[in-house]
């Protein structure tokens, strides 16, 4: 019997309209789960012989139509993928992984979502894992896109509820002495000022408090964060940046100003924190965006109340003061740092703003959006639309009915009422002062409701 299923399956598999009768024919219990370990069967015979992505591709839109004809669990077509993406080559699977996304509507729909939606996650995030984030980060993009789609934004699954963080990434950076001078002297302008190697090992020790903001709670480290981030703030304010030497050298050489060279450089996803690279790095308009926003990050987050904040994460009023204090010199560098710095910080301030909003919306319990007053439709049944009449339709319509319509329902009556006798059409018309009295007159009567029509906007008056 099992065998007589599997020819069935796979006929069905090659011609649904051979196989579909064959299907309808078996006389077995559980029948539904039998032809799914029948479609899994296949599946795994197709990967011995074969294996190409067309063939998986056709033996999963067929179990896609075993579920329509009611041959199978509306999971069967998930598994399928998800079996089929494990024993897969990576290049093969990201081709497999366009088909997941084309049909992403058909994943997404009630038939499917809440018996797939585990099995999907669970595929997407173990192809995550094989995948090389530096070599495959297009790849790995458009897996975390596709769950950002897939998923409805009040799934609490991917919120991160709670606020962890990722303690896992920790910046390493090389032990350094107070006295050691960093960057070369030979190379650099005479009115360069460097930096100590205190202050590089204070500017990277700060990364651990990006890392995990919590620690700014504890007094120990409330006073070194607070203590190291006024020492970068003073650095920062005087330390030259790049673009103003580039215009002295324009000016001197006809040089090229690198304020005008484009930022759009590769992304990497790691600073680097060799103290060779420290000068150039504090030169770097980019990189001082990037470190500054970080710093408004974190003072947003010690001021914000979180649901998940216990009694302990809580600043003082000195400590508050502190913050906003800080914030204030974070604009005005960051308004200094480049040409454009003024626009991105109202770009930053606009993101930061959303994130407060965001963040209410998770401390309120992640409640689902819904348009504002829409009427749910009773039974389920959402009532008829009203079709949308053309204006050629209406002229057909006023034919027929041996009027004329000439765009104007004011001036359709009053035609249409003189339309037997043309001559009666004066006497209808109403004089010009008679008509508008009464709207001059509201004109000059305050304004009490805002939201008030005047009789001058009115349809007819137009």
Request: net charge neutral; glycine share 4%.
């Amino acid at each position: 019997m099992e065998q007589t299923c599997q020819d069935a399956v796979n006929t069905y598999i090659s011609d649904r309209e051979r196989g579909k009768p064959l299907i309808n024919e078996l006389k077995i219990g559980h029948k539904k789960l039998v032809i799914e370990q029948s479609f899994r069967n296949a599946l795994a015979k197709h990967m011995q012989q074969n294996g190409d992505v067309d063939g998986v591709r056709q033996i999963v839109c067929s179990s896609i139509n075993a579920v329509s004809d009611e041959f199978g669990t509306n999971s069967l077509p998930a598994n399928l993928l998800s079996d089929a993406i494990d024993l897969l080559r990576v290049d093969q699977a990201e081709e497999l992984f366009g088909y997941v996304e084309d049909r992403i509507d058909l994943w997404k729909s009630e038939a499917y979502f809440d018996t797939t939606k585990n099995i999907i996650l669970r595929m997407c995030n173990d192809l995550l894992r094989r995948l090389s984030k530096s070599e495959k980060n297009l790849f790995c993009g458009r897996i975390l896109l596709f769950l950002a789609r897939f998923f409805p934004l009040s799934e609490k699954s991917g919120l991160n509820i709670v606020g962890e963080f990722n303690l896992d990434n920790i910046t390493t950076f090389a032990d350094s002495d107070d006295d050691e001078v960093l960057g070369s002297a030979d190379d650099a302008p005479k009115e360069e000022k460097f930096v100590n190697g205190n202050v590089y090992k204070t500017f990277w020790s700060l990364q651990d408090f990006f890392r995990n903001p919590n620690k700014c709670y504890t007094s120990v480290g409330w006073e070194t964060f607070s203590k190291g981030a006024s020492e970068i703030f003073s650095v920062l304010s005087g330390f030259k940046l790049e673009q103003s030497r580039g215009k002295k050298r324009k000016n001197e050489s006809d040089a090229m100003d690198t304020s005008e060279i484009s930022m759009d450089f590769v992304h990497s996803g790691k600073y680097l924190t060799k103290k060779e690279l420290f000068d150039l790095e504090l030169n770097d308009p980019k990189f001082r965006k990037n470190i500054l926003l970080q710093f408004l990050i974190l003072f947003q987050y010690l001021q914000v109340p979180t649901k998940f904040k216990t009694s302990a994460h809580v600043l003082k009023e000195d400590q508050l003061a502190f913050v906003k204090d800080s914030v204030e010199k974070v604009y005005k560098l960051v308004e200094e740092t480049s040409t454009d710095g003024k626009q991105f910080l109202l770009t930053v301030k606009h993101i930061l703003k959303r994130e407060e909003l965001w963040n209410q919306w998770k401390n309120e319990g992640c409640k689902k959006f819904e348009k504002p007053n829409q009427k749910k439709p009773k039974d389920g049944v959402p009532p008829p639309k009203k079709a949308k009449v053309s204006s050629v339709d209406k002229l057909r319509q006023a034919v027929r009915e041996g009027k004329t319509d000439i765009g104007s329902d004011h001036l359709n009556s009053i035609w249409n009422a003189t339309l037997d006798e043309p001559s009666n059409m004066e006497d209808s018309l109403p004089q010009v002062e008679n008509f508008f009295s009464e709207a001059i007159k509201e004109l000059d009567l305050p304004v009490t409701n805002p939201k008030k029509i005047f009789l001058i906007r009115q349809a007819n008056k137009q």
